[in-house]
């Protein structure tokens, strides 16, 4: 599996609907998967949701969200994959754009955290053991910190010059 046939998959999941059937629907093809192609998914997923640790995603994160601790932003990071290349390449480069996806789509992301584990899940029914035993695993390089510039958190006019639009659509 390379990165392509991983978005494609992500790609057919998104017809699925709303994140609950994503969540089945990509359970359901990753256990149709070989050991070899959940460990290339779960490599793949894991480099993916390590790209997108920056500060602007998690002030949307905190907006979308009225707030967001280290592990809601692990879920946020999941469900931001999950969205599709388009949508993460775009929210990347800025990350404001995430409000074109609505309030309803975006609330989703507090509730992702599954999404995480597919592929360690689906290896696990498959071979009876934990992905991390197997060695093929990849390690990934993770950061100690988020990209970018840090943010204050009691601060509103700093979250809502980083993400106006998103700051939009969840303050009034």
């Not at 949508?87 to 609330?107: I, M, P, Q």
Request: charged content about 35%; proline content about 2%.
């Amino acid at each position: 599996m390379n990165q392509q046939q991983f978005w494609d998959i992500i790609q057919d999941s998104l017809r699925a609907g709303n994140a609950e059937d994503q969540l089945d629907f990509l359970s359901d093809k990753l256990e149709t998967f070989s050991k070899e192609d959940l460990l290339e998914f779960d490599y793949i997923f894991r480099q993916l949701h390590e790209e997108c640790y920056n500060w602007d995603l998690w002030a949307a994160a905190y907006t979308i969200q009225g707030g967001c601790s280290d592990d809601g932003f692990i879920d946020f990071r999941s469900w931001l994959v999950v969205q599709g290349k388009d949508v993460f390449e775009k929210s990347l480069k800025n990350s404001d754009t995430l409000a074109e996806l609505g309030r309803e789509k975006l609330e989703e992301s507090e509730e992702a955290e599954d999404f995480y584990y597919l592929a360690a899940d689906a290896y696990e029914e498959l071979t009876g053991k934990e992905i991390e035993s197997d060695p093929a695993f990849k390690e990934i390089a993770y950061k100690e910190a988020p990209d970018g510039k840090d943010w204050d958190e009691d601060n509103l006019d700093e979250l809502r010059a980083r993400n106006p639009d998103v700051f939009k659509v969840f303050w009034k």
